[in-house]
Structures are given as structure tokens and as C-alpha cells.
């Protein structure tokens, strides 16, 4: 099956300053990525997706990057404000569901430093 | 309601007693998903229920682990003889399943610490 690794599992930044957060995935028949943010005591929400069919997506202060060559994808968050202190998850499905839905990585606790 | 529904919200039970987690998901949405969350081990998957169909069990830890959907709606997963390492907090998402609807929507979770 299917196997997300995330990295790093803890990333602290300055505010202001931008941040990375990079899942490397095992499927080659993956074509479904989408990243979860988690706030503390919170329940995860969908913040991007990406499909395997672009390479780049944007959402005003956030970005995902695909490389399917590489099977790994990249999530970039910049000006960073602390709002965006959460733990995020990478996901990896080939979306068919079920049996063949998301794999989750580990997640990644950022911390903005004010 | 609007959203994922899950209860109990917190759920502190002694070692070796069944329990019980409800999930009522959003209306119309086929699609239903148990994960588990431990520290720092990300999101497990459970189990899924889509429609009619079997449900894909693939995700459960033991056979003290079961769950149930009446309806095409609410949920619930059972937990048989808790052990302390069952301690977590699990999560119910549901899904549209529609053409290119993916988003999985969470609920709040129900915290299990097994005594």
C-alpha cells in the first residue's frame, strides 16, 4: 500500500519569514495530494489540493509543488503570521477511496515565533 | 447540523470495558470515514463506509475493534475490552463523493483514555 513520509516533524519560524513542509509519497499511481491543517483542539481541515495533472498550485499565501518523477510534493507557506501555528498533514490517494483513499504522513507541528 | 457530529466529546473508561463512539456525518454524504489519532503518529486510518457497499475494514487494529453504520447515516465504532494502548482521539470525516469531491470534512473527535 501506499506510504506517506512527512518532514519535518517540528518546524519553527520567525514571523514573517516563509516555511516548508515536504512528503515524499510511495504509489507511483497516486494522483490525489491534498494538505490538512490542524489547529490545537481542533479538527483537520482541507487549506490545498493538488492533482497529478499540475505541477504548481497557489492560494494567496500558500503554494503546493508536485514532482511526480520524484513522488514527492511540497507545501510553502509564506509571510507566515502566527495564525498559521498548526500541525499540518500531507495526504496521498490514488482517489478512488476506500480501500484506495488517503494515506496520511505524520504531520508537521509549525510554530511561528512572534 | 452543518458539520461533522461526534460524541462522546471525552471518554475515560477502565481497562477491559466496551465502548461506544457516534458519528452522525453531514447530510447526503455517502461516504464515511474512523480514523485514529495518537501523539505524534499522525491520523490512522479505521475504517470507510461508502453507500451500500462492504465497508473496507482494512485499517482495523484487532478483532475488539467493529463499527456499524445504520442507515447510510449515523455511525458507531466499538471497542471491546479497551486497552490502555487504545487511548487516543478518534476522528469521523465524511465525504460527498461526488465527481472530483474529495474533501474529506472532520469531526471534533471523541477523546478515549482507557484507565
Known amino acids: 500500500g501506499e506510504n506517506v513520509e512527512q518532514h519535518p516533524s517540528t518546524l519553527s519560524v520567525q514571523e514573517g519569514d516563509s516555511a516548508v513542509i515536504k512528503c515524499t509519497y510511495s504509489d507511483s499511481a497516486s494522483n490525489y495530494f491534498p494538505w490538512y491543517k490542524q489547529e490545537l483542539g481542533k479538527r483537520p481541515q482541507l487549506i490545498i489540493d493538488?492533482?497529478?495533472?499540475?505541477g504548481e498550485k497557489k492560494d494567496q499565501r500558500i503554494a503546493v509543488t508536485l514532482n511526480k518523477t520524484a513522488k514527492h510534493f511540497s507545501l510553502h507557506i509564506t509571510e507566515t503570521q502566527p495564525e498559521d501555528s498548526a500541525v499540518y498533514f500531507c495526504?496521498?490517494?490514488?482517489?478512488?477511496?476506500?480501500?484506495?483513499?488517503?494515506?496520511f504522513g505524520k504531520g508537521t507541528h509549525l510554530i511561528i515565533q512572534p | 447540523g452543518a458539520g461533522v457530529s461526534q460524541s462522546p466529546s471525552n471518554k475515560v473508561t477502565e481497562k477491559g470495558k466496551d465502548v461506544e463512539l457516534r458519528c452522525d456525518p453531514i447530510s447526503g454524504h455517502t461516504a464515511l470515514y474512523w480514523y485514529r489519532q495518537s501523539l505524534g503518529q499522525g491520523l490512522e486510518f479505521l475504517i470507510y463506509f461508502q453507500g451500500n457497499s462492504a465497508p473496507d475494514k482494512s485499517g482495523l487494529p484487532s478483532d475488539r475493534f467493529s463499527a456499524e453504520r445504520t442507515g447510510g447515516s449515523v455511525s458507531t465504532l466499538t471497542i471491546q475490552r479497551t486497552q490502555q494502548e487504545d487511548s487516543a482521539v478518534y476522528l469521523c470525516?465524511?465525504?460527498?463523493?461526488?465527481?472530483?469531491?474529495?474533501?474529506?470534512?472532520f469531526g471534533e473527535g471523541s477523546r478515549l483514555t482507557v484507565l
Open positions: 493538488i492533482r497529478s495533472n499540475v
Open positions: 470525516a465524511s465525504s460527498s463523493r461526488t465527481s472530483g469531491g474529495r474533501e474529506l470534512f
Open positions: 495526504a496521498a490517494s490514488k482517489g478512488g477511496g476506500g480501500a484506495d483513499g488517503l494515506t
